[in-house]
């Protein structure tokens, strides 16, 4: 089945720090993928998606490159703020295989220090 | 917009029990989606509606699992009998299409603890 494998956490940076985060994939169709984001108290949200092949995605400052050849999805940011502290999902819609859902990585945590 | 609202935000039960937990999506959105999320873990999917059709369902949601959503508004997820491995967030979203097209807006999630 359809599995997502992102970067154990929790990972600790300094502000202006550049930040990646690593996720891979396994899907049986062609899927869409997501990183959503959850903050502190709040529920999780879209952060960034891409539906294709070499697509980026990209939001406040994030980005992510959807590759197929290598079945990942890095998430990156050049100049993390204190505010990007929240925990990070990786996830997939494999829409081909006839379903809608959305299957989840287990999240990393990431904490940004001053 | 108020935004994916869940009730109750925490339920203590003891094993054996039924539970009720209550979805109330964003008004306009006609999809409803309920995931179950463990320490540690990303959330799993559970089932989704299309405004009142349960089109999905995970073969994680065993038969003590019952998902309404009687008129394509509000929703509840229904537990008979817990077990100790019920314990878990909850939590509920809702969306205008499909993932693709339209970002999921999760609610904060009902905590259950069975005891």
């Known amino acids: 089945g359809d599995s997502v494998t992102q970067m154990e956490g929790p990972v600790t940076l300094s502000e202006e720090a550049f930040l990646t985060i690593n996720c891979t994939y396994t899907?049986?169709?062609?899927?869409?993928l997501f990183w959503y984001v959850q903050y502190p108290g709040e529920g999780l949200q879209l952060l960034l998606k891409a539906t294709k092949a070499d697509d980026k995605g990209s939001n406040k400052g994030f980005e992510a490159t959807y590759r197929k050849e290598t079945t990942s999805f890095h998430l990156e940011k050049g100049s993390v703020q204190v505010s990007d502290s929240a925990v990070y999902f990786c996830a997939l819609e494999d829409s081909g295989a006839g379903s809608y859902q959305l299957t989840f990585g287990k999240g990393t945590k990431l904490s940004v220090i001053p | 917009d108020t935004g994916v609202s869940q009730d109750p935000r925490h339920k203590i039960t003891k094993r054996g029990q039924n539970v009720t937990f209550r979805c109330d999506p964003i008004s306009e959105h006609n999809r409803l989606y309920w995931y179950r999320q463990t320490l540690g873990q990303g959330p799993e999917f559970l089932t989704y509606f299309q405004n009142e059709a349960q089109l999905e369902k995970s073969r994680l949601l065993s038969d003590r699992f019952s998902a309404e959503r009687p008129k394509g508004s509000f929703s509840t997820l229904e537990i008979q009998r817990t077990e100790q491995g019920d314990s878990a967030m909850y939590l509920c979203?809702?969306?205008?299409?499909?993932?693709?097209?339209?970002?999921?807006?999760f609610g904060n999630g009902t905590r259950l603890t069975v005891t």
């Open positions: 899907a049986t169709g062609y899927p869409s």
């Open positions: 979203a809702s969306s205008l299409g499909t993932p693709k097209d339209s970002p999921l807006h």
